[in-house]
């Protein structure tokens, strides 16, 4: 009888025992440890990309544009960043970071997370990070910069000459029906593109062809300027410019080394090549421009450089350092060609060079990845790499993203030309859209 007894004792006490394990393994299972360093670099990330907006984008516009719609533009990008961070929390997050319904889960997600459901300060963020613990605030506040600079970007193709209200209801409507499901489709793990394999680290696809396209479908819609291509149109103030694109390149480190989503030498990795990059191209644009038009101007490096932060973006963190270098050189001539034999050739009146930097730049950086990543050129893609293989799933990614875009742009636009029109009154254009659509002027003399 003592024999059982003790068994049966033992047995009851290893059954206490693994009682006691179970809530506690479940609780690791169920929650883990945020780190707070990596937490930390994603909230500065966050910060940086504001930055680039607002007001880096906002001067850099501002500064190009004539006197009369200096604050327009500024208006523009302001009031854009601020409509998307409303809509993102509304149902933006939900639909490119959540699984979607039925068949169509690889374009598009659902309303699970919409006006935020779910999400609370313990809700962590690691099954988009790589496993990294982050709060999902974290990772939905870094994620809505990226929303909120994109449409922002498109409205530089038909500056001083657009309606106010056009550019909200556009922005809206595009946002929903072209930016979300690019997004969805590049960077959530069930999305489209993604499951293809195709790289885009910091929003080549997502953000740069598709405002690229955007803005070049909108340029060509609502028409050119009155006087362009007869009139001196000519930016009013180079040296706003010049601050806008310093703040863009450093903003510009958030945008790509935080894309890294944690702080480690991937980050510092982006970081670098986000310096090497932009200083080739700028270099490049310029030593093209000097032996065309004998002199270098200030706004063909800060163009080159802009330029070479779009190319290094989808590479940012898949490049070698080398790698970054000659991407940027090859996106400062090619850009160049774009902004100034290209589109002088077509006619079109892209008023910023929204498509020939951002739609070109994106491109070449888009399908540049595809070489710049392999680890057989110093790059730091994974897996059994294959620049052949993986050439051709960067070409779907960019086929893909333009004619989602363009298509769906050209419709939207169509809508919204319906509905409050697109282009501003003759009057209006010629008073300035300062005064006509917001009754300021930028400077009191």
């Known amino acids: 009888m ?13 059954g206490l025992t693994l009682m006691a394990f179970e809530p506690a393994l479940a609780q690791d299972a169920a929650a883990p440890t945020v780190n707070k360093g990596d937490t930390a670099w994603m909230l500065v990330s966050t910060i940086l990309v504001i930055l680039m907006t607002i007001p880096g984008l906002a001067l850099f516009y501002g500064g190009l544009v004539r006197t009369k719609n200096m604050l327009s533009l500024l208006m523009q ?58 709060p999902e605030f974290t990772f939905l506040a870094f994620q809505l910069t990226f929303a909120a600079i994109t449409p922002a970007l498109i409205v530089g193709a038909f500056a001083e000459r657009i309606k106010f209200k056009a ?49 070049l479908i909108g340029a060509l819609m609502v028409g050119k300027r009155i006087g362009y291509g007869r009139d001196l149109l000519a930016p009013h103030s180079l040296t706003l410019t010049f601050v806008g694109a310093c703040l863009l390149w450093v903003g510009w480190f958030g945008f790509n080394a935080g894309s890294n989503l944690e702080a480690t030498g991937g980050a510092a990795l982006a970081l670098l090549n986000t310096i090497l990059a932009p200083a080739a191209a700028g270099l490049a644009w310029t030593t093209v421009e000097a032996f065309e038009k004998g002199k270098a101007s200030l706004l063909g490096i800060a163009s080159g450089a802009v330029a070479g932060l779009v190319a290094i973006t989808p590479a940012a963190g898949l490049a070698g350092p080398m790698g970054s270098i000659v991407l940027g050189l090859v996106v400062g001539v090619v850009c160049y060609l774009a902004v100034t034999t290209i589109k002088n050739a077509l006619g079109y009146d892209d008023a910023l060079d929204v498509f020939g ?14 070489i710049v990543a392999a680890p057989s050129l110093g790059g730091y893609g994974v897996g059994e790499y294959s620049i052949g293989g993986q050439l051709w799933t960067q070409l779907i990614a960019v086929v893909v993203t333009l004619l989602w875009t363009g298509i769906g742009s050209f419709i939207l636009y169509k809508i919204v030309d319906l509905t409050v029109g697109l282009r501003a009154a003759y009057e209006a254009e010629r008073e300035g859209l300062d005064l006509a659509d917001h009754g300021e002027r930028a400077y009191n003399y």
């Open 77 to 134: 990008v302001f009031s854009v960043f601020s409509l998307v961070a409303i809509l993102w929390v509304f149902y933006g997050y939900s639909l490119a970071f959540t699984s979607g319904p039925g068949g169509i889960g690889a374009f598009i997600g659902g309303f699970s997370k919409a006006f935020l459901a779910g999400v609370t300060t313990d809700s962590t963020a690691d099954t988009f990070t790589k496993g990294v613990a982050i």
């Open 357 to 370: 930097i951002h739609g070109v730049g994106g491109i070449v950086g888009a399908i540049g990845t595809g």
């Open 167 to 215: 550019v909200m209801l556009f922005t809206a409507l595009w946002l929903t029906f072209i930016y979300l499901p690019i997004a969805h489709m590049v960077w959530f793990s069930e999305g489209y593109l993604f499951g293809l394999g195709a790289l885009d680290f910091a929003g080549g696809t997502v953000v740069h062809i598709n405002s690229g396209v955007a803005g």
């Open 2 to 14: 003592k024999p059982r007894l003790n068994l049966a004792t033992a047995l009851a006490g290893i």
